[in-house]
C-alpha cells in the first residue's frame, strides 16, 4: 500500500505562484511513476503532469507547459508541483497519484491516490 498527502494549497491572485507538496509513504513508495491531476466539480479530472521514477523526465498537460514545474525528490519521499504565473482556470482540487505505467495521462493507470488540496486562483 502507498499512503499519499497532499499540501500546500490556498488562495492566491491571478498572476500569483504557489507550490504544492505531496507526501509519499508505504512500501516502495518512491519505486512509483508520479503525477499531478486536478478536478473541478462536475468536471472530469484533469491530467497536470507526470514524472519518471528517477525524475529524469515528465510531460505536461498543454494548459499548464511552461507554467507548472513537476519535480520529485526520492530521499525526502516527496513529490512538489511549482505553479507560476497562475490563472482563475487553474482553480481546482488538485490530486497526486502513484502508477505502475511510465508517461500516462490516463487516470485509471494510477492506482493509489491523494485526497486532495485546494487552489483557488482569484482576485
Known amino acids: 500500500q502507498v499512503q499519499l498527502v497532499e499540501s500546500g494549497g490556498g488562495l492566491v491572485q491571478p498572476g500569483g505562484s504557489l507550490r504544492l507538496s505531496c507526501a509519499v509513504s508505504g512500501r516502495a513508495a518512491m519505486t512509483y511513476v508520479l503525477a499531478w491531476f486536478r478536478q473541478v466539480p462536475g468536471k472530469d479530472r484533469e491530467f497536470v503532469a507526470t514524472i519518471s521514477r528517477a525524475g529524469s523526465w515528465s510531460e505536461y498537460a498543454d494548459s499548464v507547459k511552461g507554467r507548472f514545474t513537476i519535480a520529485r525528490d526520492n530521499g525526502k519521499n516527496t513529490l512538489y508541483l511549482q505553479m507560476n504565473n497562475l490563472k482563475s482556470e487553474d482553480t481546482a482540487v488538485y490530486l497526486c497519484?502513484?502508477?505502475?505505467?511510465?508517461?500516462?495521462?490516463?487516470?485509471?493507470?494510477?492506482?493509489?491516490w491523494g485526497q486532495g488540496t485546494q487552489v483557488t486562483v482569484s482576485s
Open positions: 497519484a502513484a502508477g505502475e505505467t511510465s508517461g500516462s495521462r490516463q487516470g485509471g493507470d494510477y492506482g493509489y
